[in-house]
């Protein structure tokens, strides 16, 4: 595969001093199953989620000579996320990002039953998830969406530590580290927030 043997770092230098498109593209395709597992999770809707991140890849062409970016996925993130809520809110639509998903059977925190919440208490709880997330570092945020958010050709949630480390450029300290930390960070600011497990929160003192 081009440009495989580079980092995210050097290919963005390359890009600068070439303009070849085709680094964007295979800068993004690194993260490519993280973005759209995001802008899922935010349409609920494939055509849109391609419509979003096809916007976003154009927008990367310029961006990257505009800015100086130095890390190509932080950026990146940020920069589809906002997309996204923008994309949204063109269509009178509030959502945030749901990571509470029934459809994913496995989570970094408790998944407290949303159905059991009117729509206004569904909206704060997702808000809150969503915030916490954000307050996350790159590499915790990075781990996470795809030790539990990544899908197979098969459907099938979820990608393995050696698969991570490869996907993500990174060692097997640092997919460990980042999914742990990224874990116990993020159930304390859901605690913070008023979230500490079904009871609390369907109960709230």
């Known amino acids: 595969m081009p440009y495989s043997d580079k980092s995210d770092e050097k290919l963005l230098e390359l890009y600068r001093d070439t303009r070849d498109k085709g680094i964007v593209f295979a800068l993004f395709e690194r993260y490519r199953d993280v973005f759209i597992a995001l802008v899922l999770k935010m349409t609920r809707s494939q055509a849109d989620t391609e419509d979003v991140l096809s916007g976003v890849v154009i927008d990367l062409f310029d961006d990257l000579l505009k800015f100086k970016v130095r890390n190509f996925f932080a950026f990146t993130y940020t920069k589809t996320r906002r997309k996204t809520l923008t994309f949204l809110q063109k269509r009178g639509r509030t959502e945030v990002v749901d990571m509470f998903d029934e459809k994913f059977p496995e989570h970094p925190v408790e998944k407290p039953d949303l159905s059991r919440l009117d729509n206004e208490q569904k909206e704060k709880a997702q ?79």
């Open 127 to 205: 808000k809150i998830l969503a915030d916490c997330f954000e307050s996350l570092n790159e590499i915790q945020k990075k781990t996470l969406h795809l030790f539990y958010y990544y899908r197979d050709e098969k459907g099938k949630y979820g990608m393995r530590y050696k698969k991570i480390e490869k996907r993500a450029n990174l060692t097997e300290r640092q997919v460990k580290t980042g999914i742990e930390t990224g874990r116990r960070k993020l159930k304390k600011c859901l605690e913070k927030n008023g979230i500490r497990g079904l009871d609390d929160y369907y109960n709230p003192d």
